[in-house]
């Protein structure tokens, strides 16, 4: 790989601050200081120090984004635009992809990650990793519907959904505000939920997954890399 692909990679700055970083002296290969970005580098035999210090490769990549309305949540569409696409070059080049779904017009906290374990560890069922919701539905939400998610919403295919927590935050006689934690994700699954209580999601954006809020500096269609102590939240070391 090419030296300041791979130190970009490896989170040492954009191609532009790697490339100073290398005409500074402060790259080291083999013993040698390396001024040429286009060198090539092999990371498995070859010894790369960043001013004296060793480089580590990073294999996986752990991303959150604020996802806009309007974009699929999947690494390829034929017709619109993917979240994918919202990605620079510098991260894409790790083939990320979305950890679980959005619907196209849901927005907020969206993980990607090229680790297939991670995205195992929070998609499976047995984990029951709570995600919380703000909604706005054309309806009245009511005491009752609290308690109907409390114990579990009937869908309209049978289903009984798994005990999930309403928090009503406006409710006038047209249009109400809420907050909703679930456990799974089933299709369509907050929208189906409001539908067999009667209401009606006219906006959804996701707020948090587990302990992992949406970081509220992001804009739509922004993205980060997590943290260490971000990723610890889900008792995730990466390698
Ligand atoms: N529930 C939905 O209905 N849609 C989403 O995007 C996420 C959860």
Known sequence: MRL??????MGAGSRKEVKQLLKSGAI??????????KQHVDVETQDILMYGEPVV???????????????????????DQTVIEL???????????????LDKDT???LLLTN?????????SPKK??????????IGTLTEEDVIEVQEGVTLEDGYKTKPGKLVILEATDETSTLELTITEGKFHQVKRMMLALGKEVTYLKRLSIGELPLDSTLEPGEYRELTRGELALFDWTPE
Not at 28 to 37: K, N, S
């Open 115 to 123: 680790d297939g374990s991670f995205n195992h560890a929070l998609m």
């Open 87 to 101: 990605l620079f070059e510098d991260v894409t080049y790790f083939k990320p992809f979305p950890v679980g779904r």
């Open 57 to 79: 490769y990073q294999k996986y990549i752990y991303l959150m984004m604020n996802k806009p309305p309007g974009v699929i949540s999947a690494t390829e569409d034929k017709r």
């Open 4 to 9: 300041d692909k791979l130190l970009s990679n």
């Open 128 to 137: 029951h990793v709570a995600k919380t919701y703000y909604a706005e539905v």
């Open 28 to 37: 080291q290969v083999d013993g040698e200081i390396v001024l040429d970005p």
């Open 107 to 109: 927005e907020g906290l």
